[in-house]
């Protein structure tokens, strides 16, 4: 869409779903009333005489369909294919395909192996490899030195082996951020890119990162080869940079020191080619070539058969039906995961107020531990003094100064319920009582005492 309205295009779009974030991409197009959007509308219009019909997910407006059948089209179709395993991309009415499009194309030469194998005509395939557009190739880079200071993630499903090397990266004092998915989705632009010295991931956004002498590392869920060189770009290339050229997994560790380790030579790689991979992935220069096709150049008139025409329309209808449960579903899932989010949170925080609680119950033990030795302490002193000749041999002077006093005389009954403070102040009374201090001076003076 982008392409066309810079190239002052009138651009008519018909889609199953238009949603966050391509919604606002699509509002921020500089359009001027050149862009049309219908958004699962099977009877909007499409009647216009059109310079160019463009297919993606097999998705074409029920209304042109019908005109295909009633009346027949002159407009050259291009039936573009972006996967090589999701059955979505695959062509699946290869029939209808080879009636209709001038071009059939694949985003890789294996994309093209993938979908031939269903019966599309070799005459008529293309491979499109992910341009980039111009603003990547004209964009304006400074130069860097030799050492990776500065890295950038773009992937929207980083598996963990890569989380954790980001992490070891990091601790090599790099700097890390991570783009798409959990971590937020981004479009990717030169001046995103300009920012770093090197990009980690897989598909469109290598071509747009070489475009800018950017080095690529090219890991993901798939695992990857690796920094891109001379020895495997073209295997790379052939499998769009997916990481399912070798499917190699490495952990943590090793992605970490290839990062480090080998930026400096992928680093000259990149901005050695720079030019030629500009140019190569040139959006202007390969839409161009595209267009100037003979194929599309000379396209012929098309129509469907009735028979045709209902098929396909059915499978839209199911196409769009399963798409629509799909877009539900993730949504759902969104839900469940924010809900899910939010209870792990509120675990965090229990767990938080559990340990410390746990902590308090912990100290109390302990305060209870330490009281208790104090008090056995206490009882055990107070149980010395009561227990000691002094004591016993003072009873008969206490009880006749209780006596003269009219008081009872002591005993020592109820100590138990007693807490230790108390406990120790009636040990220190008793031995300051005159009574005891009377016969520990009759012991002092008397040898036999």
Not at 345 to 357: F, K, P
Request: include cysteine; proline fraction near 5%; aromatic fraction near 8%.
């Amino acid at each position: 869409m982008e392409y066309f309205l810079g190239a002052d295009w009138f651009v008519d779009v018909y889609t199953n779903d238009l949603g966050s974030p391509m919604l606002e991409l699509v509002q921020q197009l500089s359009s001027w009333g050149r862009l049309r959007v219908v958004v699962a509308d099977p009877e909007a219009p499409f009647d216009d005489d059109y310079d160019l019909i463009w297919i993606q997910h097999s998705l074409l407006p029920p209304t042109m369909i019908d005109r295909l059948c009633y009346r027949g089209i002159e407009t050259p179709i291009v039936w573009h294919h972006l996967s090589v395993f999701m059955n979505i991309e695959m062509p699946i009415l290869a029939e209808i395909e080879n009636r209709i499009a001038s071009l059939s194309t694949g985003m890789s030469p294996a994309a093209v192996e993938a979908i031939m194998l269903f019966g599309l005509d070799p005459d008529h395939l293309l491979v499109f490899d992910n341009p980039a557009p111009d603003c990547f190739a004209d964009a304006t880079v400074s130069e860097r030195n030799g050492r990776l200071e500065r890295l950038l993630v773009v992937s929207n499903h980083a598996p963990e082996e890569v989380r954790e090397a980001m992490g070891l990266v990091r601790g090599k004092g790099v700097h890390v951020e991570i783009l798409g998915g959990q971590d937020g989705p981004r479009r990717v632009s030169p001046e995103i890119l300009g920012e770093f010295d090197a990009v980690l991931t897989i598909g469109k956004t290598v071509p747009f990162a070489l475009s800018m002498g950017i080095p690529c590392y090219v890991y993901d869920h798939f695992g990857g080869i690796g920094w891109l060189d001379d020895g495997n770009f073209e295997h790379e290339h052939f499998h769009a940079f997916s990481g399912r050229a070798t499917r190699r997994m490495a952990a943590p560790d090793i992605i970490a020191r290839e990062l480090v380790e080998g930026y400096p030579d992928a680093a000259v790689y990149a901005r050695d080619n720079r030019s030629a991979f500009a140019e190569r992935w040139r959006m202007s220069r390969r839409m161009s070539e595209l267009l100037s096709d003979p194929r599309i150049e000379t396209a012929t008139p098309i129509a469907l058969t009735a028979e045709q025409a209902r098929r396909y329309k059915s499978f839209l209808e199911l196409y769009g039906d399963i798409y629509r449960l799909v877009v539900k579903l993730q949504s759902d899932v969104r839900g469940l995961q924010g809900g899910l989010a939010e209870a792990e949170a509120e675990c965090a925080e229990l767990r938080v107020q559990l340990g410390m609680a746990e902590s308090r119950h912990r100290d109390s033990e302990e305060k209870e531990r330490a009281r208790q030795a104090e008090w056995r302490s206490a009882y055990r002193e107070l149980r010395g003094t009561l227990d000691s000749p002094i004591w016993r041999v003072s009873a008969p002077v206490r009880w006749a100064r209780a006596r003269l006093r009219g008081h009872q005389p002591f005993r020592a009954v109820g100590l138990e319920s007693m807490d230790a403070r108390d406990l120790a102040a009636l040990n220190v009374e008793i031995r300051r009582s005159r009574s005891w201090r009377m016969i520990e001076g009759l012991r002092g003076t008397s040898p036999r005492s």
